[in-house]
């Protein structure tokens, strides 16, 4: 098992930065593929990017993509999510996500969230 915590949402302007973090409690952080997810006020929860175990791979969301990074330090334990010219439609609540490999569907574990709001 592992244990999810977001941290580094906040109130940014429109055309602005943030950097998520997502710490994992656990010594088998590595072997995970982590992703990062969001949701909206009243819409369903969507994908935003993840990254293999090894950091050599990673997919976005083409709403995302040329403009969120993802990353991860596994002797640290975290991954990272940088958002670069953040849009008023980026505005959601963010979750980091864990699952055993590239190719399983589903996220077993989640963490509570962060909130991201974009100002106009």
């Known amino acids: 098992q592992v244990q999810l915590v977001e941290s580094g949402g906040g109130l940014v302007q429109a055309g602005g930065s943030l950097r998520l973090s997502c710490a994992a409690a656990?010594?088998?952080?590595?072997?995970?593929?982590m992703g990062w997810f969001r949701q909206a006020p009243g819409k369903e929860r969507e994908f935003v990017a993840a990254?293999?175990?090894?950091?050599?791979?990673?997919n976005y969301a083409g709403s995302v993509k040329g403009r969120f990074t993802i990353s991860r330090d596994n002797a640290k334990n975290t991954v990272y999510l940088q958002m670069n010219s953040l849009k008023p439609e980026d505005m959601a609540v963010y979750y980091c996500?864990?699952?055993?490999?590239?190719?399983?569907?589903?996220?077993?574990?989640w963490g509570q969230g962060t909130q991201v709001t974009v100002s106009s």
């Open positions: 656990g010594r088998t952080f590595s072997s995970y593929t």
């Open positions: 996500a864990a699952k055993a490999t590239w190719n399983t569907p589903r996220y077993n574990y």
């Open positions: 990254i293999n175990r090894s950091g050599s791979s990673t």
